[in-house]
């Protein structure tokens, strides 16, 4: 459909993380949200999937608007809770 031609620049699939550990786990958050930081500028995000860490990604790499499922205590993360 071309009515939404324009407005999505890029889109970014983002790995599932391996570990379960804490340190790991705040590691490969800090370092994938870097790489978003470094990647480009970001003014709006869907957070998919229903996770504390999903949208604490987002938050740490800067994303301006946050759009996202208000389930696992993070609410007060997102923009727009759907």
């Known amino acids: 459909?071309?009515?939404?031609?324009?407005?999505?620049?890029?889109?970014?699939?983002?790995?599932?993380?391996?570990?379960k550990s804490l340190f790991e786990s705040l590691s490969w958050l800090r370092v994938t949200a870097k790489h978003l930081r470094k990647v480009g500028r970001w003014d709006e995000g869907w957070i998919l999937p229903n996770s504390f860490g999903s949208a604490m990604l987002f938050k740490l790499a800067r994303v301006r608007f946050l759009h996202g499922y208000a389930t696992d205590a993070r609410s007060f993360l997102l923009n727009r809770a759907v």
């Open 1 to 19: 459909d071309m009515q939404f031609k324009g407005l999505i620049n890029d889109v970014i699939v983002i790995p599932k993380r391996k570990s």
